[in-house]
């Protein structure tokens, strides 16, 4: 069973409540933050929701959460580093027009 520290979870959300908020905020008045306003609200969602599925007891249980894959963050991440980013272009779903295919 995984248990995730709350403090952790608590500093997660502690940095994208008011980021998510200030940029909701400013989206009202700079309609070019729409997109960054409606990241920053995804962001706080997975920062502050757990993803394993809750077991009988009511506890989260990473044993009967489904999977799929075997790749990890990880993985992803130093796999980036060696190979670069080829192949992950993100066209209209790029964040910000990162890695945006033209």
Do not use: A, C, H, M
């Given at each position: 069973m995984i248990s995730t520290s709350s403090r952790t979870q608590d500093s997660l959300s502690h940095f994208f409540l008011p980021l998510s908020s200030m940029v909701a905020v400013k989206s009202k008045v700079f309609k070019n933050l729409e997109d960054a306003a409606e990241f920053a609200k995804i962001g706080r969602y997975y920062a502050a929701e757990s993803m394993l599925m809750l077991d009988d007891k009511g506890q989260y249980n990473s044993?009967?959460?489904p999977s799929?894959?075997?790749d990890t963050?990880?993985?992803f991440f130093e796999?980036?580093?060696k190979?670069?980013?080829k192949g992950q272009e993100l066209g209209d779903q790029a964040v910000f027009g990162i890695n945006k295919k033209d």
């Open positions: 044993e009967i959460t799929y894959g075997n963050l990880q993985d796999n980036s580093i190979y670069g980013l």
